[in-house]
């Protein structure tokens, strides 16, 4: 496949550019802000347990990723799946695959 525009390189030459796409799954913390009405802070406390479990629903006010928190997720920690994988675009302009980390 050609390259998708030509630069000058620093030794003058003309030379293709490539681009390409890396996707990395990664752990991050995310924070959720709850407001709970409740009769007591002991229900209070039982309800957002509940909604820490997803056992039930309540409405998030608000939500932050951690960034800070960011990690690399390893392949045994996926399972056994690919966590980072390098991609292209072909002569059709699909999207492809070139490598993964299995």
Partial sequence: MEGNN???????IIMPEYQYVID???MVWNREY????ANNQEEADSI???VAK????NQVDEWD????????MSVNENNGLPTIEVMRDNDEKKRITIWENK
Wanted: proline residues 0%; aromatic residues 4%.
């Fill in 54 to 57: 997803r056992e039930t629903e």
């Fill in 65 to 72: 990723t951690l960034l800070d928190t960011e990690q690399d």
């Fill in 34 to 37: 709850h407001t709970i009405e």
């Fill in 6 to 12: 030509q630069y000058i390189h620093k030794t003058g």
């Fill in 24 to 26: 990395r799954k990664v």
């Fill in 48 to 50: 957002v347990i509940a």
